[in-house]
């Protein structure tokens, strides 16, 4: 599976981005999809995924409440709404399959750039 990141850019805080991971080579609705934010020379923070079990949503504290995750099966998509937006959110946001929430990412794809002014 390919995946395709997409749908960042530049907005002010209090501000919304709608990202969107478009797959290729697969359906998406095999895998769980997690999403990722790395801001040079920190660690790579996960921030949420989506089940490919049950279809639960789980969420890192940090977005809780301000970012959803689901799943545009019509589109072989999972996008990850981002309301309130904060300085602090920005980063490379990055998209990647695994067998399910928890176990091990496999497939990653190419950031796309998230930057939030204050």
């Known amino acids: 599976v390919q995946l395709q990141a997409s749908g960042g850019g530049l907005v002010q805080a209090g501000g919304s981005l709608r990202l969107s991971c478009a797959a290729s080579?697969?359906?998406?609705?095999?895998?769980?999809i997690g999403w990722f934010r790395q801001v040079p020379g920190k660690e790579r923070e996960g921030i949420s995924c989506?089940?490919?079990?049950?279809?639960?949503?789980h969420y890192a504290d940090s977005v809780k409440g301000r970012f959803t995750i689901s799943r545009e099966n019509a589109k072989n998509t999972v996008s990850m709404q981002m309301n309130s937006l904060k300085p602090e959110d920005t980063a490379v946001y990055y998209c990647?399959?695994?067998?399910?929430?928890?176990?091990?990412?496999?497939?990653w794809g190419q950031g796309t750039l998230v930057t939030v002014s204050s």
């Open positions: 080579g697969s359906t998406l609705d095999y895998y769980g």
């Open positions: 989506i089940s490919s079990s049950d279809g639960s949503t």
């Open positions: 990647a399959t695994s067998p399910d929430c928890g176990y091990d990412y496999d497939h």
